[in-house]
């Protein structure tokens, strides 16, 4: 394990014990850049037994609780008891002075947003020096909540083809977070004219070029000398496509060609253009195409 790796392992073990939580799914394994998931449960119904400074940004997403299930949370100070509904979301910017006390044993998502990703993703769109992320208590945000349940389902289905996926999503929970729960509006730098030519180029052939791997949303913005939201925003409006949507296309594209003009089996064509599995490729397939892969190999 590099010492980047150890170092995301004890702030995320430190996030989990800061919400008195312990994880049943996590984002291990899976090339996630500037997030950790967590799908987690309470290790009891008590209080904790001290404030905690958070090591890092954080939201706890409350998935899964009983109908009376009530928290008392002090930050910086100030202690709020709130009753919570599924999908209520808890947002600590790093260093916050937390404590809370649960009435009940619940399930919920917990997400750590890496600060130098959550500046990367800013640097061209805000204006950092004079913002900062403001502590929630519980909030009900159905963006925040319905991003949770996407990544929880993206890493259960496609655990090792997610990371454009969780990237991307990650880049607009920051975006959004920045949006809604700052302490100043947030200055944009508005562009319209879309990635110059040359860059544009530049990605799509490593795109094309790196098909069968795990291509993030980060090593695509540094090719393009972008911070990541800037990036998505001008490839979007380039291509018509997110990043990840475009991937996808490039990759049922070289399948049905492979499919066409090669003899490689329907599973050795699946890895080889990057999906998890066959019926991962399969769905692109009809979504896209209209058609499965099977319908194409038997014209």
């Avoid at 987690?40 to 998935?63: G, K, R």
């Avoid at 930050?75 to 002075?97: A, D, E, F, Y």
């Avoid at 649960?102 to 769109?125: A, M, P, Q, V």
Wanted: hydrophobic content about 35%; proline content about 3%; some cysteine.
């Amino acid at each position: 394990m590099s010492k980047t790796d150890h170092e995301s392992c004890a702030v995320e073990k430190a996030i989990l014990k800061s919400f008195n939580r312990q994880s049943l799914l996590s984002n291990d394994d899976s090339g996630w850049s500037g997030i950790r998931f967590q799908f987690t449960h309470s290790i009891s119904a008590s209080a904790l037994p001290e404030e905690i400074v958070f090591p890092e940004n954080a939201i706890h997403i409350y998935t899964d609780m009983p109908s009376d299930y009530v928290v008392e949370a002090r930050i910086n100070g100030r202690l709020q008891k709130s009753s919570l509904v599924t999908g209520h979301s808890l947002i600590i910017p790093r260093g916050t002075v937390y404590w809370q006390s649960d009435t009940h044993k619940s399930k919920g998502i917990t997400l750590g947003l890496n600060s130098c990703f959550l500046t990367r993703t800013l640097s061209e769109s805000i204006d950092l020096g004079c913002l900062e992320l403001h502590p929630q208590f519980p909030t009900f945000d159905p963006l925040i909540y319905q991003i949770g349940l996407a990544l929880k389902a993206e890493l259960e289905q496609n655990r090792h083809s997610s990371r454009l996926y969780a990237e991307s999503a990650a880049t607009f929970l920051i975006t959004h977070l920045f949006h809604h729960y700052a302490l100043r509006k947030q200055k944009e730098q508005i562009t319209t004219t879309g990635l110059p030519k040359y860059k544009l180029q530049q990605v799509i052939d490593y795109i094309h070029a790196n098909l069968d791997c795990n291509i993030g949303l980060t090593e695509l913005a540094d090719l393009a000398q972008m911070s990541l939201s800037h990036f998505s925003r001008l490839f979007k409006q380039s291509t018509g496509y997110s990043p990840h949507q475009f991937v996808i296309k490039c990759r049922v594209d070289r399948a049905r060609e492979l499919l066409l003009k090669s003899d490689l089996s329907i599973a050795d064509i699946t890895y080889k253009v990057g999906f998890a599995n066959q019926g991962h490729l399969t769905n692109h397939f009809k979504r896209l195409l209209g058609v499965t892969p099977k319908v194409v190999r038997e014209k």
